[in-house]
């Protein structure tokens, strides 16, 4: 009912940028949180950006170097990555909240993308 797909990962120098993109579709009545996790190898998954009613999150080891930001519109985040260093490097996974129709009635459930990898590395 609802997909969400990545885009914008890649290979970038130590101190290079990177903006990762996420775009929703489906029977979509409402986004209600929206968030950017990343999963490096040997790690567990962690929240590295979040969004809800306006209000932004971040851990803090990207604070001041990463921003997230969301187009209601088109139902669309972004994650811009700056200053990104060597411990940056993971696949980096959209998620959403989101309210749906189906037939009749809505439903809300949590999506996640496929991934996109991000490597910063000399």
């Known amino acids: 009912q609802v997909q969400l797909v990545e885009s914008g990962g890649g290979l970038v120098q130590p101190g290079g940028s990177l903006r990762l993109s996420c775009a929703a579709s489906?029977?979509?009545?409402?986004?209600?949180?929206m968030g950017w996790y990343r999963q490096a190898p040997g790690k567990e998954r962690e929240l590295v950006a979040s969004t809800t009613a306006g209000r932004t999150d971040y851990i803090d080891s990207v604070k001041g170097r990463f921003t997230i930001s969301r187009d209601n519109a088109k139902n669309t985040l972004t994650l811009q990555m700056n200053s990104l260093k060597p411990e940056d490097t993971a696949v980096y996974y959209c998620?959403?909240?989101?309210?749906?129709?189906?037939?009749?009635?809505?439903?809300?459930?949590?999506?996640w993308g496929q991934g996109t990898p991000v490597t910063v590395s000399s």
């Open positions: 998620n959403a909240e989101v309210t749906y129709r189906w037939y009749f009635s809505s439903y809300t459930g949590a999506y």
């Open positions: 489906g029977n979509i009545v409402r986004i209600n949180a």
